[in-house]
């Protein structure tokens, strides 16, 4: 994307717009394409090695062409910001609509929230690892082995519906903040998240996952920064999400009951 001048890049994007020629847009495509590869390969690392990163870009590249197509260039929003959003959507549904976990890992990896939630309710702390291997009958590396499974069940689609007052319905990925400025009300419920989401956890643990779900960095960014290896910072991550996912757990069963 270096290669085009800040002026180059705009007359091609009021060209496209006005003319919707098919060359313009094909040149749109191509100086944004390094986007897509660096977007699947950040998402890829969350996927186990039967997801094809090559497939990821092919459905990126859709993402990418529909960015393109709806981009207002009036919004005063960045394409970079906009077109990140949906390329990530449409990577995620794809991935979704494979449908590549088995029924037993998601089995597997329900019992294992379940678990977690009755020993630390019975233990009154946070289990280790010995004690959840062994509550589950499994060794350490097995329980290793699940708690990677656990990481990559149930993600949330991006171009999900979500309905309005007014009868018309947005996608998730439609709710693109303004680049002109922050909203207060939007740092407060990050900050919340934030916390609840942190809340418990060590030190290590906290900054794992505030660098890779609120700074985005890669694993092994993250191994640097904290002196870990790889296979270190992906193991935390592991146990953090599990953990995670029976604490909300919790939270809904005490909400609907």
Not at 11 to 25: F, G, I, M, P, Q
Not at 96 to 109: A, G, K, M, N, Y
């Amino acid at each position: 994307m270096a290669a085009a001048s800040n002026s180059d890049t705009k007359a091609l994007w009021v060209e496209y717009k006005k003319t919707k020629d098919e060359r313009s847009r094909n040149a749109l495509l191509e100086l944004y394409l390094p986007l897509v590869k660096y977007t699947a390969e950040r998402l890829a690392v969350r996927f186990p090695a039967s997801v094809d990163v090559d497939d990821m870009i092919s459905a990126g590249i859709f993402g990418l062409m529909d960015a393109i197509e709806k981009f207002d260039l009036g919004r005063g929003v960045k394409f970079e910001t906009y077109c990140v959003s949906r390329i990530r959507g449409s990577i995620l549904d794809s991935v979704r609509e494979q449908d590549w976990v088995p029924r037993l890992v998601r089995s597997r990896s329900s019992k294992l929230g379940k678990e977690w939630q009755a020993l630390e309710e019975r233990l009154g702390r946070p289990p280790t690892d010995y004690e959840m291997a062994q509550s589950l009958g499994v060794s350490l590396d097995e329980y290793d082995e699940m708690l990677r499974e656990a990481t990559v069940v149930g993600f949330q689609s991006l171009s999900e519906e979500m309905p309005e007052d007014d009868q018309k319905a947005m996608r998730r990925v439609d709710v693109v903040e303004d680049a002109r400025g922050e909203s207060p009300l939007d740092e407060i419920h990050k900050k919340e998240i934030k916390e609840f989401v942190t809340r418990g956890l060590a030190t290590k643990e906290r900054l794992v996952l505030i660098l890779y779900y609120f700074e985005e960095l890669t694993m092994k960014e993250i191994g640097a920064i904290l002196d870990l290896s790889e296979s270190r910072v992906c193991q935390l991550h592991s146990r953090i999400v599990v953990r995670l996912r029976a604490k909300m757990e919790k939270v809904r069963s005490d909400l609907m009951g």
